[in-house]
């Protein structure tokens, strides 16, 4: 039996296939992670230590924002979590600010340029980033969710193979309205006798595998 897979991106303005390549919603995900960064250690330095933000500071952030964002692209974070749950994104939010943060504390003794005095700021803005870079991916999530919901950003999902497997995975994406995956069309060269009679009301057939081919 014929294997199935989603055509992966964005098409067109309002409805289009899942395709593999960046997206601008990614592009957005790297500016705003990085700002946040720097947001939350720069109000966390002036609200808690004494003495005005300096070099030293800007210098750290621009170490964590560029740690964060290589290993974000290591780990292919920024890639699109249409379909992935929340719990699932914030926990490599984490990861990946953990690691950031073991890289920053090596350079801390590194250099032993950290006082005691701004230790407890560092630890606040530790702790505080990934707080921050969740709620605003809960936030982004939300409003995705309320165009979504509108038939604004939807897409459609190519399946190859008319099989079970592929209406087992078209039930599963119907399932979940909120990633905007809500039209699904069939390819299939194999005979229509061999195809599966559950796929026909889930989507339609239409093409074989040269026409997916085009279309991609």
């Known amino acids: 039996e014929r294997g199935c897979s989603v055509q ?31 947001v939350c250690h720069y109000v ?17 952030t621009i170490l964590a924002v560029f740690s964060f964002y290589v290993l974000g692209e290591v780990s292919h974070f920024y890639h699109s979590w249409r379909a992935a ?27 032993a340029r950290v006082q005691e005095a701004a230790r407890i700021t560092t630890m606040a803005w530790f702790i505080s ?17 309320f165009f979504r919901r509108r038939g604004r950003n939807t897409r459609t999902v190519a399946i190859v193979g008319a099989t079970k497997v592929g209406a087992m995975l078209a039930n599963r994406i119907l399932s979940m309205p ?5 039209n699904i069309v069939f390819y299939d060269d194999r005979d229509e006798s061999r195809h599966e009679p559950n796929c026909k009301a889930l989507g339609p057939l239409v093409g074989d595998l040269m026409t997916l081919v085009d279309v991609a």
């Open 8 to 38: 992966g991106g964005a098409m067109g303005k309002r409805q289009g296939y899942i395709r593999r390549h960046e997206s601008t919603f990614a592009a957005l995900h790297r500016i705003a992670d990085g700002v946040w960064i720097a």
């Open 44 to 60: 966390l330095v002036l609200v808690l230590l004494p003495e005005p933000w300096s070099v030293f500071h800007t210098l750290v």
């Open 85 to 111: 749950s929340t719990g699932r994104e914030e926990k490599m939010v984490w990861g990946l600010w953990l690691t950031t943060i073991a890289f920053i504390l090596f350079v801390d003794f590194a250099f």
């Open 129 to 145: 980033t990934p707080v921050v870079l969740c709620l605003w991916r809960r936030a982004y999530r939300s409003v995705l969710r």
């Open 178 to 182: 909120s990633t905007g995956m809500r």
